[in-house]
């Protein structure tokens, strides 16, 4: 990275999720979270199978397909597993490596943690929550 690039936390903060969380609190979940580099290739979360993080890409791409279809494409910024993080339920999507990608894995102690002390992690949750479900009624 050079000194231009956005840090882990940096990208944390770009996101409509984390990104009311106080610089201290952001620091503090990249000290509770590790990187991840993972193959082309990769199946980095499984369609139908739990999941134990939420995972920020730092570099590279990934597909993510539901039922052998393809949804989108993810790069730096982007994000995924939020929503097993909040219910518990298996995963809605299947998500892919396409070059060399690497995420941020916040754990899913971490994660929740977080929705039960930090008001405006919450509060953004709830508002992603619901922008998701008005897209999805829109569309029907």
């Known amino acids: 990275m050079s000194a231009q690039d956005p840090t882990p936390a940096d990208r944390l903060a770009g996101t409509d999720l984390f990104q009311g969380l106080s610089r201290r609190h952001l620091k503090k ?5 590790r990187t991840v580099e993972h193959s082309p290739g990769r199946q980095v979360a499984t369609e139908g199978l ?3 993080a939420f995972h920020l890409v730092l570099d590279g791409h990934a597909k ?3 039922a052998h279809t393809e949804i989108r494409t993810l790069g ?3 994000y995924f597993g939020e929503i097993s993080m909040i219910d518990g339920k298996p995963r809605s999507a299947s998500v892919e490596a396409v070059d060399g990608l690497t995420t941020l894995v916040v754990p899913h102690t971490v994660f929740l943690r977080l929705v039960d002390e930090e008001p405006t ?3 953004s949750l709830l508002n992603l929550l619901c922008a998701r479900i008005r897209e999805a009624e829109a569309r029907s």
């Open 121 to 123: 992690f919450a509060k």
């Open 29 to 33: 979940v990249v000290e509770l979270s």
């Open 76 to 78: 730096p910024g982007d």
């Open 64 to 66: 993510v397909t539901s």
């Open 50 to 52: 739990g999941a134990l």
